[in-house]
């Protein structure tokens, strides 16, 4: 499909067209693979759209810095659901989708049946925020300057993406691929227009404190920098349930697949 702004991007879809919808948004880290566990578990069910966001293959790629931005992010999963004729979805985010899941409740509340946020926060806390964007804008430049490979080395396995290693090696192998796998054009040009430059949640509070969609929370208990984040969210949002997962890092929905397939089984309308 293409976006009104042009781009190109590689959706997938799983399941029976009739059923209810279910729209997964990946991580910086991953794509759309990132669903799998997921994805084979509604999809006999419900109606999985999967896609991969701009500047991962196969979608497009822009060069233009314009074209990365947390807006952009929100207006291309609005795309994603026009394109394919669906009015109302359950949206499922993990951390860098996430943060796009709860933007897309807050912007376009009456496209969201209901809202499961995962791992959301990371640089949100005012005395953090400088310090994760300047450790963004430094990942930018090394994907530049070194290549995918050498910061999937780095990135995949940072102190939150090590209980995926410990819980499931495969797993975390299969992550470090999709890692190495990134175009680096498009991951730095992620990094320094959606990720250093999306604002923080606190700065939202009192408009969050107005989003009324149906929203579950979730979030592993040894992924400190988000951690704080979501008790914030979850005193914040006027409807809104936090699941903190023991053990767990920042790939709750990899760790602990049948854990989190359960928590997304709680908010979705019978198929």
């Known amino acids: 499909m293409i976006t009104p702004d042009g781009v190109e991007l590689a959706v997938q879809v799983h ?16 794509d759309h693979r ?13 109606r999985c759209v999967t896609y991969d966001a701009r500047g991962y293959p196969p979608s497009a790629v822009p060069t233009d810095p314009a074209a990365y931005s947390q807006d952009h992010a929100v207006a291309d999963a609005v795309a994603v659901l026009d ?3 669906i009015e109302r979805a359950v949206v ?27 791992g959301c926060g990371y640089g949100a806390p005012p005395e953090q925020t400088e310090a994760f964007r300047a450790d ?13 490979a050498a910061v999937a ?20 192998d299969e992550h470090l691929r999709i890692l190495a796998e990134h175009n680096p054009t498009g991951a730095a040009l992620t990094m320094r227009g959606v990720q250093a430059a999306r604002p923080s949640i606190y700065t939202l509070r009192d408009e969050l404190a107005t989003m009324t969609v149906p929203t579950l929370l979730v979030v592993g208990d040894t992924d400190r920098d988000a ?13 809104a349930g ?19 397939n359960g928590l997304v089984a709680d908010v979705l309308p019978s198929a």
């Open 153 to 172: 080395a780095d990135y995949g396995n940072r102190a939150s993406r090590q209980p995926l290693r410990r819980r499931d090696p495969a797993a975390h």
């Open 34 to 46: 990132s669903w799998a566990p997921q994805v084979a578990h509604f999809a006999d069910q419900y």
């Open 92 to 118: 499922v985010g993990n951390s860098m989708g996430g943060f796009a899941t709860l933007h897309l409740g807050l912007r376009h509340p009456g496209r969201c049946v209901a809202l499961v946020v995962a």
């Open 83 to 85: 394109d394919l004729g």
């Open 136 to 148: 963004a804008l430094a990942l930018a430049d090394a994907y530049l300057r070194d290549g995918s």
């Open 227 to 239: 951690l704080d984040a979501n008790l914030v969210l979850a005193a914040t949002l006027p409807d």
């Open 242 to 260: 936090l699941a903190v997962l023991p053990r767990t890092g920042h790939l709750t929905n990899l760790e602990l697949p049948e854990v989190f």
């Open 15 to 30: 399941g029976p067209e009739d059923a209810p919808p279910i729209l997964f948004l990946h991580e910086f880290g991953g």
